[in-house]
């Protein structure tokens, strides 16, 4: 009987003392792994509200039309200049016929007009150099009237004392008569000449002047055609720059408006990390410290970066209803600051890899 009272007392002794060790174990494992996520705090800032980011470019017309080929399927990779698709152009080709001939009846119209300038130039030379014929006339008429005057007066003298017949102081009296009336008409000519002259000089001013107007009209219809075969170009859409297309949810027929986007670009440059750190995170954060990105792509793999900015507000205050307090109803909630964060190794193929809107965790060195 005393063996197996002394049996029993020492049972619950045992039990007791395993589990005191059970106990210490656990406490000092949970006081280690605390000492240890303290100090990793003290010294990193993590999270995993955080993904993949990558410019987009959308592709859209420049002008409206029905779609005639789609060269592309989804998620194929294009080249900067690749065709992916057309539009019906019959429109854009008449535009472009109609400027042609537009373009070619200006300059008709300009050759005309500087033919008629060089004609009217030699019409102006010629009505000047009648005016001067005419002044040269003039001035004979003037030197044969003095003469006449000059012989007048003499035989006025000598018919006083019948040294001379009545016939011949006749003849000097008409000669004088003849004389003036020459010069007379000479000047009414040089006034006609000269009135003609001025009718073709403005006449002349009128013509010049339409070379410079036509001139302009050509470049006008030079531009229209510029613009028609630039409106011809759009109708062929090609791709802005090398990269992966999106779902491209197009067909032969349908009717595409200009502006509107048609699916997107992934542009072919290297991605980065959006992380949305809680604004009580953000104390010893500082750009170009060293940050370590693990994809859920790649769980065992961490990818080296480096934080290279800070939004200049937070992700709240960018949405389209940005919250607004003024109510008096306040609420503190713990805001986000988005950070950008940037890989190191940009040739990592499986960064290439990568796809905007990927899930990833982000920690970053604070030392």
């Known amino acids: 009987m005393e063996t197996k009272e002394t049996q029993v007392e020492e049972t ?15 406490v000092i494992a949970g006081g280690a792994f605390g000492i240890t996520k303290y100090i990793h705090g003290q010294h990193h800032e993590e999270t995993d509200d955080a993904q993949i980011e990558a410019n987009i470019s959308p592709v859209i017309p420049r002008i409206s039309g029905y779609i005639t080929e789609v060269h ?17 152009n019959r429109d854009e080709l008449i535009k472009v016929e109609e400027a042609k001939a537009a373009l070619a009846a200006a300059k008709s119209g300009l050759a005309v007009s500087e033919a008629a300038a060089a004609a009217a130039k030699e019409g102006i030379n010629s009505t ?82 339409q070379v410079p107007v036509q001139q302009a009209t050509i470049q006008q219809r030079e531009a229209d055609l510029a613009n028609a075969e630039l409106e011809l170009s759009y109708t062929v859409v090609t791709a802005a720059t090398d990269g992966i297309l999106s779902k491209t949810n197009i067909q032969v027929g349908q009717f595409v408006q200009a502006g509107q986007a048609l699916f997107n670009l992934v542009l072919d440059e290297a991605p980065w990390v959006i992380a949305n750190y809680k604004e009580t995170q953000l104390t010893k954060m500082k750009i170009g410290q060293k940050v370590m990105v693990t994809v859920d792509a790649y769980p065992d793999h961490e990818f ?64």
């Open 12 to 26: 619950p002794k045992k039990s007791n003392k395993r589990f005191i060790i059970v106990l210490a174990i656990l």
């Open 72 to 88: 592309v399927v989804d998620n194929q990779r294009v080249k900067k200049g690749d065709t992916l698709l057309v539009l019906d």
């Open 128 to 209: 000047q150099a009648n005016v001067a014929i005419v002044d040269a006339q003039i001035e004979a008429a003037k030197v044969t009237l003095w003469r006449a005057n000059q012989d007048f007066e003499r035989y006025a003298n000598l018919i006083k004392d019948h040294s001379i017949t009545q016939q011949q102081y006749e003849q000097a009296q008409a000669a004088k008569q003849s004389a003036e009336r020459q010069l007379q008409v000479l000047q009414s000519q040089r006034n006609q000449a000269s009135s003609q002259t001025n009718t073709v000089s403005s006449q002349t001013r009128t013509t010049i002047n």
């Open 304 to 367: 080296e970066a480096k934080l290279t900015s800070f939004s200049p507000a937070t992700g709240a205050r960018f949405a389209l209803l940005p919250p607004d307090n003024a109510s008096g109803n306040f609420v503190k909630v713990v805001q986000r600051l988005p950070v950008k964060v940037e890989f190191v190794d940009a040739k990592d193929e499986r960064i290439k890899s990568l796809r905007p809107g990927m899930n990833v965790n982000v920690d970053v060195h604070l030392d």
